[in-house]
């Protein structure tokens, strides 16, 4: 049998101090690169909040993200925004080891308080916005994160939002699918916001607007954190979009909402809002669905 000898293991070469060292390095075992430390970025989704059954549905969402390294979940209001709040997920997340951070708003639009309100926890934006400045839930002091953050856009005019809303439609029977259909979404405080909200959700809708065959599709905003006589004149344009649309075809209008989870929003405001109108008001919600997750994996990969 012949066995391999290194020119350190000639007996006849004397070895100096710093090849001794140098043959000790090379021999000792590597230990093997965890796929965590080799990915280092962790995702933290943070989602507005509500009651239990309202974050259970996002919850499941974010269950089904599948991300070579940590997810958390943070709730910026409701009964959980103490237990999974922003600052608890931060600890919890730079726990596991990461080395930066991604941080997905699950909402519908990019244009509002409460994405201004992440990227001010983020440490992206200096104050918070001046309708939340005043709330104590989102004035506390909270923590920055300790390593590099970056923070993605909401759904806005994502793909993947245009699934979910195409299939919640296809749900329906057949009689509401053939109805003007008009989505209605919370909308943001700010009059300047109001365009983008509409222009997001309309381009990712297309696909649906294409398969209402030649029924026509508006939206419309609640703009429920908007003061009183803001919010009213918005559910007043909400109401004459109604009619008008049921008069000119003959029939009752087909209404959806457009918000992450199932809440009081959907369940009693609205329909107290469109209370004697010709609709077929259905309050569908957004989570849970598979294309949210996909969603979510696919603006951290972005933003990474």
């Known amino acids: 049998m012949f066995l391999f000898r290194s020119r350190f293991e000639n007996p006849r070469i004397s ?14 075992p590597m230990a093997p690169i965890s796929p965590l430390a080799a990915q280092a970025t962790g995702v933290l989704v943070v989602a507005h909040g509500a009651d239990s059954s309202w974050n259970s549905h996002v919850r499941e969402v974010v269950e089904a993200v599948d991300w070579q390294g940590p997810v958390r979940l943070a709730f910026l209001m409701g009964p959980e925004a103490v237990s999974a709040s ?43 916005p001046a309708e939340l400045a005043t709330l104590a839930h989102a004035h506390h ?3 920055k994160p300790r390593v590099p953050t970056r923070v993605t856009t909401a759904l806005d005019a994502a793909p993947e939002l245009g699934e979910v809303l195409a299939a919640r439609w296809s749900e329906l029977p057949e009689a509401d699918r053939r109805r ?3 989505l209605v979404a919370h909308g943001p405080t700010a009059e300047a916001d109001v365009p983008r909200w509409i222009e997001g959700i309309r381009a990712a809708a297309a696909p ?7 029924q026509p599709m508006r939206i419309g905003l609640l703009r429920d954190d908007a003061p009183p006589e803001v919010r009213a004149a918005a559910i007043s344009g909400l109401r004459d ?41 259905v309050g569908t919600a957004l989570a849970p669905h598979p294309s949210l997750a996909r ?6 990969r972005e933003y990474r």
């Open 180 to 182: 003007p259909l008009v």
């Open 86 to 128: 922003w600052d608890a997920a931060v600890k919890g997340i730079e726990g596991e080891g990461v080395s930066r951070l991604v941080v997905v708003p699950l909402m519908v639009s990019t244009h509002g308080s409460h994405v201004r309100q992440i990227e001010h926890y983020a440490g992206i934006r200096a104050e918070l």
């Open 15 to 28: 070895r100096s101090p710093l090849a001794t060292a140098l043959l000790a390095v090379a021999l000792t």
């Open 208 to 214: 649906l607007a294409a398969a209402l065959d030649g």
């Open 241 to 281: 979009t109604i009619t008008s649309l049921a008069s000119a075809y003959g029939d009752s209008v087909l209404v959806m909402t457009v918000l992450i989870s199932q809440g009081a929003i959907n369940r009693v405001v609205i329909p107290q809002d469109l209370a004697g109108m010709p609709v077929r008001y």
């Open 295 to 300: 969603w979510i994996e696919r603006i951290a």
């Open 141 to 143: 002091p909270a923590a």
